[in-house]
């Protein structure tokens, strides 16, 4: 079991920044890759960035060259939002993925609400 604590959400106008923190707590050894995810109202929820253990960072055509995803060797990763839109705004939740069984178990943060203001 994971357990994943988000923090850093906020208010922001738009153009400016914000910080994303999710800690990761329990068996964080078999991590293997940790993950952004936001869901606006109205929409799907969608993948924002993931970054693996070797840190290979992946990122969604809509935020590339805006945000940077980052993990520090304690397990906390950290989403870095530059030049926000007011289209950024969502619920953002934290993901750990790690292997149980041979089956991927993927944890899931209570998520952080982001707003930008136009």
């Known amino acids: 079991q994971v357990q994943l604590v988000e923090s850093g959400g906020g208010l922001v106008q738009s153009g400016g920044s914000l910080r994303l923190s999710c800690a990761a707590s329990g068996s964080i050894s078999d991590i293997f890759r940790m993950g952004w995810y936001r869901q606006a109202p109205g929409k799907e929820r969608e993948l924002v960035a993931r970054i693996t253990s070797d840190g290979t960072a992946n990122y969604a055509d809509s935020v590339k060259g805006r945000f940077t995803i980052s993990r520090d060797a304690k397990s906390t990763e950290y989403l870095q939002m530059n030049r926000l839109k007011p289209e950024d705004t969502a619920v953002y939740y934290c993901?750990?993925?790690?292997?149980?069984?041979?089956?991927?178990?993927?944890?899931w943060g209570q998520g952080t609400q982001v707003t930008v203001s136009s």
């Open positions: 993901t750990a993925d790690r292997v149980e069984r041979g089956v991927i178990s993927r944890s």
